[in-house]
């Protein structure tokens, strides 16, 4: 890639570039970390257990746990015995959200888990490989006194994980078992202001329903969804950097086509690179505001899965052209071993998105991970997936390697060359290793504000001054790959000026 700009430029104006980057990056960590708020919420919904005594319960009935049209309900199970309740009568009801409170578009999505309190009775133990099977219902309204619209309604089986850790004698009876939390619930858009849950558990003791799964004395909800706040502050970033990325890349191209060679391989990865970019950056979200687009999420998956598979390609074809002998390069085919793995583990990672969250379009209840078959496919796909990455870092390390050895041979050669050619070389070697170093200083920052992100409480407090860990991870690291592309196709553009022949033919001419 004869004729860079980075190629070109002085040390001076590379660290004036680089230093306007890093403004930009600072700036794009305090956005999160200052302006935007956490960027979700948890939310703990206790259940209320209804009374539903009509003989057809198939026929839907919203019961409400509490407002002006709320269900008869019962304290605790106890109640039940001497009213001559059966537990086919009982459903546990949860209306989101919390009383007085509204749900909002801008909150984008809803994801719920479901903690079981089930006590301990010597005539009604957790049997092995219990499953619980509920049966759910899911409503919907935007009037606190319109009629409730059903939404979804599935049989839902889970597989209880519990564990009783005291002796299992008369004088513990009552104590709770300790029951993993299970996945309940996610949907991808929340386009209306109150939710209604319903949920059954039917008992058929001849076709072992519900049988052995111990006394479940109340159900609890967690449900998490993001701050309306951040969401903002994260659709203002999009619709910033949409543009930017848009108009550099078409900057870009137009330089690319005005040179006499058509383009080398290199050059249209960058560009293919900056295509990825805008894609992820084109903020479809807005619409998800006025249109109840439940497919949002899946689509995210697959922009970033994009993104990230030509990142990934761009770094292996980025050492393979400092690297390979002439006849090798300038061709995506030289590069089959290394980017296969790429495609492989990309494909993978589709497949299980898919069977997750593409399965949740019709079902917002489905969870691959809830039966041993789909737990065993899932980790199949991503243990295949895995194997690949492993695959993928190791060609990468062994081609940097190779890089870094073949600019020490041309070190070597560089006091034979006449000086402006040496200088020439020197300059372009140290930009190459700048360029490493930055990515590896990109990939790093990833690495350990994501650490961060994870092992902190999600913000720290300097005197007055509160900082969103999480928000800023998320707004930072967002904004440092959009930098990372743009420096990219600024740097790499052809440059204006030329060292003659020999870096006006970018096909005939190793660039180190």
């Keep these: 890639m004869a004729g860079a700009i980075i190629e070109n430029m002085s040390t001076k104006k590379l660290c004036i570039v680089g230093g306007i980057l890093l403004v930009f990056q600072i700036i794009a960590f305090l956005v999160g970390g200052l302006i935007a708020p956490g960027p979700t919420t948890a939310v703990s919904y206790l259940s209320v257990k209804c009374v539903d005594a009509r003989k057809n319960h198939h026929k839907t009935k919203w019961l409400m746990p509490w407002g002006p049209n709320q269900c008869d309900k019962i304290r605790d199970i106890e109640e039940a015995i001497p009213r001559e309740i059966e537990a086919n009568d009982i459903v546990f009801s949860v209306h989101i959200p919390l009383p007085s409170m509204e749900m909002s578009p801008w909150f984008q999505f809803m994801l719920f888990i479901l903690q079981l309190d089930i006590a301990f009775k010597l005539n009604n133990q957790i049997r092995e490989n219990a499953e619980v099977s509920m049966d759910v219902s899911l409503a919907y309204r935007d009037d606190a006194f319109a009629e409730w619209t059903e939404m979804a309604h599935e049989r839902v089986p889970r597989k209880l994980k519990c564990t009783f850790t005291a002796p299992k004698t008369p004088e513990h009876e009552g104590r709770y078992y300790e029951c993993d939390v299970l996945p309940f619930m996610e949907i991808g858009s929340v386009a209306h202001k109150f939710y209604l849950l319903n949920i059954r558990l039917p008992v058929n003791e001849k076709k072992k329903i519900n049988v052995g799964i111990g006394e479940i004395k109340d159900i609890r909800l967690v449900g998490i969804h993001q701050n309306g706040g951040f ?156 194997i690949c990455l492993c695959l993928y870092f190791l060609f990468l390390c062994f081609m940097v390697f190779q890089v870094f050895r073949n600019i020490s041979g041309k070190q070597s050669s560089l006091p034979a060359m006449s000086k402006v050619r040496r200088l020439h070389y020197e300059g372009l070697i140290f930009r190459f290793k700048f360029l490493m170093l930055i990515t590896l200083a990109c990939a790093a920052m990833t690495v350990i504000f994501f650490i961060v992100s994870q092992v902190t409480e999600g913000h720290w407090k300097w005197g007055g001054v509160t900082v969103q860990v999480n928000s800023a991870f998320f707004t930072g690291i967002y904004g440092m790959w959009n930098l990372y592309v743009f420096a990219l196709m600024f740097l790499y553009a052809p440059s204006h000026k030329n060292y003659g022949e020999d870096q006006s033919n970018g096909e005939k001419k190793s660039t180190v």
């Design 231 to 386: 969401t903002k502050v994260w659709f203002a970033m999009k619709t910033f950097l949409t543009p930017s990325i848009f108009i550099i890349m078409v900057w870009y191209w137009r330089r690319i086509t005005m040179m006499s060679r058509p383009p080398v391989l290199l050059e249209k990865v960058i560009f293919a690179l900056g295509i990825s970019m805008t894609f992820i950056n084109i903020p479809v979200e807005w619409f998800s505001i006025g249109f109840d687009w439940t497919w949002m999420l899946l689509f995210g998956d697959i922009r970033q899965g994009i993104f990230y598979a030509m990142l990934l390609s761009f770094w292996i074809i980025f050492c393979g052209e400092h690297m390979m002998d002439q006849h090798e390069r300038n061709h995506i085919a030289g590069y089959w071993k290394q980017v296969g793995p790429i495609a492989v583990g990309s494909f993978c990672l589709f497949i299980f998105d898919m069977c997750e969250r593409g399965v949740q379009l019709t079902n917002p209840f489905y969870s691959i991970w809830t039966t041993d078959v789909g737990t065993e496919l899932a980790m199949a796909f991503i243990i295949v997936a895995g």
